[in-house]
C-alpha cells in the first residue's frame, strides 16, 4: 500500500540531470537523493520549509555529487538546520564525499522515516547503488535503469549491468522508475532505430515528444512501461533478439551487442 504522507519532488539541474526532495509529511521531515546542483534543492526546500535529515548518494560521478558542499551550507546556514546525514556505498567510499553512513548492497536504512532497500546496480560505475523506498513505489536508479535506456558502461561490463537490470525489473511493476537524466528522448530514437514491431514503444514515442515539446519532465516512468519498451530491459524478449539479428543469442549477448549499438548512435 503506498503511503500518501510521502511526495517525491523531480527537480532538473544542470543541462540534463535531476536530483530529488523525498517529502515524508507525517513525520515532518524530507531527504535528498543526489546533488548535482544546490539550487535547485536550497529552492524547493525553503519552499516546502522542512528538515532535510538525509542525502542519498547513489554514485561518484561528478554530476550527482558536486552541489554537496553549497546543499549542506545552506542547510546548516541560511536554512537554520541541523547537518543532514550523508549516505553511499562503502565500496566507493574512498571516491565519494565524506559519508556519515556507508552501507552495503542488501542492507536496509530509514531515510526521513521511510525504510528503504539497496541494490548494487554496477556496470555504468562499480559501486552505484540504487534505492527502493517500497512504501512510496519508488525506486531511485540514477545512471542505472534510466527512462527507455540504462548508463554507459563506463567501469563495468555488459554482465554486471544486465545482473543488475535483471534485479530492478524483478521489483514491482507498479514500481516508479526515478532515473537521473533527461536523456528519454534520445533513448527514444534509439529503441525505434532497433526495427522492432512494437506498437508500446510507438505509443511512448508519442508521448515523449508531446511532454518534451511542452516542457514536462519524462521522468519518473513506470517500471511496468519500462518493461514494455526499454531495450535494455528486453534482451531476453524473442522479438527484440529477432529485430537485432540475434534469435539465437544469449540475453547477456544480446544487451552487449544494443549497449555497444547504443555508444555509436
Same mark, same amino acid.
Given at each position: ?26 513525520? +515532518?521531515?524530507?531527504?535528498?537523493? *543526489?546533488?548535482?546542483?544546490? =539550487? ?26 558536486? =552541489? ?21 556505498? !562503502?565500496?566507493?567510499? *574512498? ?24 541494490? *548494487?546496480?554496477? /556496470?555504468?560505475?562499480? /559501486? ?27 567501469? +563495468? ?39 522492432? *514491431? ?11 515528444? !508531446?511532454?518534451?515539446?511542452? /516542457? ?28 537485432? =539479428? ?17 555508444? !555509436?548512435?
Amino acid at each position: 500500500m503506498v503511503n500518501s504522507s510521502i511526495t517525491i519532488h523531480t527537480l532538473p539541474c544542470l543541462s540534463d540531470n535531476y536530483a530529488y526532495v523525498v517529502h515524508n509529511s507525517a513525520a +515532518g521531515t524530507a531527504a535528498v537523493v *543526489d546533488v548535482p546542483e544546490a =539550487g535547485p534543492l536550497v529552492a524547493k526546500i525553503s519552499e516546502l520549509n522542512v528538515p532535510v535529515t538525509d542525502i542519498f548518494l547513489t554514485h561518484h560521478h561528478w554530476d550527482h555529487i558536486d =552541489g554537496l558542499p553549497d546543499l549542506q551550507a545552506a542547510l546548516t546556514g541560511p536554512l537554520g538546520q541541523a547537518p543532514a546525514q550523508v549516505i553511499g556505498a !562503502k565500496a566507493d567510499a *574512498d571516491r565519494l564525499p565524506t559519508l556519515d553512513q556507508a552501507i552495503n548492497p542488501g542492507d536496509r536504512l530509514t531515510l526521513c522515516g521511510i525504510d528503504g532497500e539497496i541494490y *548494487d546496480v554496477s /556496470g555504468h560505475t562499480l /559501486g552505484h547503488l540504487a534505492l527502493h523506498l517500497p512504501s512510496a513505489n519508488a525506486l531511485f536508479t540514477a545512471d542505472s535503469l534510466m527512462a527507455m535506456g540504462c548508463g554507459r558502461l563506463f567501469e +563495468g561490463s555488459a554482465a554486471q549491468m544486465w545482473h543488475s537490470l535483471q534485479q530492478l525489473r524483478a521489483l514491482p511493476q507498479n514500481t516508479w522508475v526515478y532515473s537521473g537524466h533527461e536523456y528519454t528522448a534520445s533513448n527514444m530514437a534509439f529503441t525505434q532505430s532497433l526495427g522492432e *514491431d512494437n506498437p508500446a514503444i510507438n505509443a511512448r514515442a508519442a508521448q515523449i515528444t !508531446k511532454d518534451r515539446a511542452a /516542457g514536462r519532465p519524462t521522468v519518473p516512468s513506470l517500471l511496468a512501461l519500462e518493461m514494455q519498451t526499454n531495450p535494455f530491459l528486453r534482451a531476453d524478449d524473442p522479438a527484440l533478439k529477432t529485430a537485432v =539479428g540475434m534469435p539465437e543469442g544469449t540475453a547477456e549477448r544480446v544487451f552487449a551487442e544494443i549497449r555497444a549499438r547504443k555508444d !555509436k548512435f
